[in-house]
């Protein structure tokens, strides 16, 4: 049987970025399939034509599912949708394709073949390719990382890029002790996979800067920052070790 692969992608008002999103998506899973593909867009209380867009969607692509979440927040909309997964490998990944899906099957074939229980995308490995993101964006990026690496001593470079994978083991065990349902649950999530010493493999990502991106740095950034004090100071919880984790 085929090893069952879900990715998540978290949307709020985006009826004109998810059609080509699915799409690419459809075609690109379609010319591997070696795994079970399943698709699940997590609406995250969008106003505009989405929920109609996603639908239309599902009728086309039998592969395609939904949830619908009344209240915002990017780390709730995924908490869920992983959670209610029943997939071997979970993904996610941002509807504006930043991230090259040549990378996909590596950030799979971690969890599903090479003993992993994480996943990350990395902007900041050896072999990564960043194309056209502003400077005050870069300078804001690196400097989170390393204030993670000064923390934590983490084993991964990037903590922030929107395509992650992980395991049903590292799902179960890990989402349910995530406080945060914003931004920072990518952060939050790999600093407790760390801390139950769970396997954690950083990709190499060749990443496309969004200039239309809904992230407001300033603001993000502080909220990054509390999160982590929050985590160095206030203990991260122990989540089971991977060897004790069912599924």
């Avoid at 902007?123 to 400097?143: A, F, N, P, W």
């Amino acid at each position: 049987m085929a090893t069952s692969v879900e990715i998540v992608i978290p949307v709020l008002n985006e009826e004109h970025s998810l059609p080509p999103c699915i799409e690419k998506l459809i075609e690109f899973t379609g010319d591997h399939p070696d795994y079970d593909w399943k698709i699940t867009v997590a609406d995250n209380g969008s106003t505009d034509r989405t929920p109609e867009v996603i639908a239309e969607l599902g009728e086309k692509y039998p592969h395609v599912g939904t949830i619908r979440l009344e209240e915002r927040g990017r780390g709730r909309a995924l908490k869920r949708a992983w959670l209610a997964s029943d997939a071997d490998v979970r993904c996610y990944m941002d509807v504006d394709l930043s991230t090259d899906l040549k990378s996909l099957p590596d950030l799979v074939s971690a969890i599903a073949s090479e003993g992993y229980e994480v996943s990350t995308g990395s902007r900041l490995s050896k072999g990564s390719e960043v194309i056209g993101r502003k400077l005050t964006r870069e300078i804001t990026s690196r400097g989170y990382n390393l204030l993670i690496k000064m923390l934590f001593w983490p084993p991964f470079p990037d903590a922030q890029c929107g395509f992650k994978a992980v395991s049903r083991k590292a799902a179960e065990g890990l989402l349910p002790l995530i406080k945060d349902n914003a931004w920072f649950m990518d952060t939050e999530l790999l600093l407790l996979a760390q801390a139950a010493g769970y396997r954690i493999k950083s990709i190499p990502v060749r990443w496309v800067d969004d200039p239309d991106t809904r992230v407001k740095v300033v603001s993000t950034a502080w909220e990054d920052i509390k999160g982590l004090l929050r985590l160095r100071f206030g203990g991260r919880p122990k989540p089971p070790r991977p060897s004790e984790s069912s599924g």
